[in-house]
């Protein structure tokens, strides 16, 4: 192919932002010409040239795209997981009261604002997503400040659930002692609550940038940071319980202020600028987005709380509980690679979108979805070859070995449908469809999946395992299959030129 054929055949595909290209106009914000459109170590742009490479070569390409965010997602999902877990453990060996304490704390407390903060700020994801792949970059520190202002009003609103959260737990009917423990372990664990204001913004801004590795870093330094403290707190300086709680707040903010460092001190020169009263112009907008964030994937965050608090509820439920947490302890540490692809998907269809390419959107989604399924499949023929063993890690019990046994089918499938789940959700984070999927969401697991557990739990006499499949093969299933038809069925030559104009609004006044 000459080289003017290969120009004209880029003039003539309707790529939005193509159209009011100038030659002569090589300034920062300006597209360049197509055949500099290339992926370079600095571009998110994926735009192919050359139609004759082949399918592999476009599979490598992208997939190198992809694992750039991935990689280091998952190592800084799975060094987060690990603070979390490493508290426990301290707590656990002071006693069990302690340990009931600080599992409250962290799991329900802790748990409930994680997943609303989190949501919340994945509205990032498709804001500075899309604004970096339309190279509108100093668009993307003020997109952080609105974050940060948000999430900041969220935490105050949020008081309440840690002040007052000794008589919520006594209302849900834990015991006295309990109760009163967790109320103080919920006071000291306050600065780590107003950390999520901040953290989570950071992190979204520079994985939007391709600068994940720089997340995945300071993940680890401050996971580090965090077990050296426990271990003074706890085993040198005797503190107790509050002493767990204390150093719990350490490691956040060592995320907190290494993401801030590296942006504020050079790492990002293009797109922080410093702070900006343009930070406070536009916030309704940015509140809908995240609202609706927040709501999608607190409705999937809380699913499968909802699991554990049906099961709880059955007779004799202390093997079967026994037996359901240490699946949910695997699919946990499991669901890091999922979650890792979340990001990967959302970030790299926000950029594409952004950039006013359509086929490179849903060429990143096809790369995405069928990479996290390959991996599912892996680990869920591991969990079927190995389910009479798998147990053992966590304990010795037989009649719990003995259920874990019976429950793994569903382990095995569980994690099949997280590898596809996360990752439509995902590209529709990427594409702006958040308030849609909370829709979907809010059908499929609470009008369907949660009655359809309940009627095989109870109803048909089918115990946990019931439960657990009526809202997996009800909820989980119907939402992904929902998720996959809209994902095949999107016009995403539309889809980028609606999010080309999205850039243009959410930028007004910028």
């Given at each position: 192919?000459s ?6 055949k880029?003039?003539?595909q309707?790529?939005?932002l193509l159209?009011?290209?100038?030659p002569s106009?090589n ?14 170590s600095n ?19 992208e ?7 991935v ?16 508290t ?10 302690e ?11 802790v ?6 903060m ?10 500075c997503?899309?604004a970096?792949g ?8 003020i997109?952080?400040?609105?974050s940060w202002?948000?999430?900041?009003i969220?935490c ?5 659930l840690?002040?007052?959260a000794s008589p919520?737990?006594?209302l ?6 309990v109760s009163e ?20 913004p ?10 994940a ?27 107790g319980i509050?002493?767990?709680a ?6 956040w903010?060592v995320?907190?202020?290494?993401l801030f ?5 050079g790492?990002c ?34 699913y ?5 608090l ?16 240490i699946?949910?302890s695997i699919?946990?540490?499991?669901m890091?690679i999922?979650?890792a692809?979340?990001?990967?998907a959302?970030?790299?269809v ?18 995405a ?7 599912g499949?892996?680990?869920w023929l ?9 147990a ?16 793994s ?9 997280n ?6 959700s ?6 702006g469809w ?8 809010l059908?499929c697991?609470?009008l369907?999946?949660?009655p359809?557990g309940?009627?095989?739990?109870w109803?048909?006499?089918q115990?946990?395992?019931g439960?657990?499949?009526?809202m997996i093969f009800?909820g ?12 095949i069925?999107?016009?995403?030559e539309?889809?980028a ?14």
């Amino acid at each position: 192919m000459s080289r003017e054929n290969g120009s004209k055949k880029l003039d003539d595909q309707k790529v939005p932002l193509l159209k009011s290209y100038n030659p002569s106009n090589n300034e920062g914000d300006q597209f360049q010409s197509p055949k500099h459109l290339l992926h370079d170590s600095n571009n998110t742009l994926d735009y192919y040239e050359d139609n004759d490479d082949t399918l592999v070569r476009r599979v490598w390409v992208e997939s190198k795209k992809l694992w750039h965010v991935v990689g280091p997602s998952i190592i800084a999902r799975i060094a987060s997981y690990t603070m979390l877990v490493a508290t426990q453990a301290f707590a656990g060996h002071l006693g069990d009261l302690e340990l009931a304490a600080i599992s409250i704390g962290c799991n329900v407390i802790v748990g409930f604002d994680f997943g609303l903060m989190l949501g919340m700020a994945s509205a990032l994801e498709t804001l500075c997503g899309q604004a970096y792949g339309a190279k509108k970059y100093h668009m993307l520190g003020i997109y952080m400040q609105r974050s940060w202002i948000v999430l900041f009003i969220c935490c105050i609103l949020l008081l309440p659930l840690y002040i007052f959260a000794s008589p919520m737990m006594k209302l849900l009917g834990q015991p006295d002692d309990v109760s009163e423990m967790a109320g103080v372990v919920a006071l000291w664990m306050l600065p780590l609550h107003f950390s999520f204001a901040f953290q989570f913004p950071l992190q979204r801004f520079l994985q939007c940038q391709l600068k994940a590795n720089v997340v995945a870093w300071v993940s680890v330094v401050a996971l580090v940071v965090q077990l050296f403290v426990s271990w003074l707190f706890v085993s040198v300086f005797k503190c107790g319980i509050i002493g767990v709680a204390v150093t719990q707040n350490f490691g956040w903010w060592v995320l907190v202020f290494g993401l801030f460092g590296y942006t504020a001190f050079g790492g990002c020169p293009l797109t922080w600028q410093g702070f900006s009263m343009e930070a406070f112009s536009g916030l309704w907008e940015f509140v809908k987005l995240s609202t609706a964030s927040g709501v999608m994937l607190c409705l999937e965050n809380w699913y499968y709380r909802v699991l554990i608090l049906m099961t709880g509820n059955l007779k004799n439920a202390e093997i079967a509980l026994d037996a359901l947490s240490i699946c949910m302890s695997i699919n946990g540490w499991e669901m890091m690679i999922p979650f890792a692809f979340f990001a990967g998907a959302g970030v790299r269809v926000s950029n594409e979108l952004g950039a006013g390419n359509g086929k490179g959107a849903k060429f990143a989604t096809a790369v995405a979805v069928l990479t996290s399924v390959a991996i599912g499949l892996c680990f869920w023929l591991l969990v079927l070859l190995f389910h009479e063993n798998i147990a053992y890690i966590f304990s010795t019990s037989t009649p719990v070995i003995e259920e874990v046994k019976k429950l793994s089918i569903l382990l095995a499938f569980t994690i099949l449908l997280n590898s596809v789940q996360p990752v439509l959700s995902g590209v529709a984070v990427g594409s702006g469809w958040q308030s849609l999927v909370a829709y979907i969401n809010l059908g499929c697991y609470y009008l369907l999946g949660a009655p359809l557990g309940f009627l095989m739990g109870w109803t048909f006499k089918q115990g946990v395992m019931g439960i657990w499949a009526g809202m997996i093969f009800g909820g989980t299933a119907v939402q992904t299959v929902i998720l996959a038809i809209i994902t095949i069925r999107c016009d995403w030559e539309k889809e980028a030129q609606r999010a080309t104009f999205h850039v243009e609004k959410w930028g007004e006044g910028i």
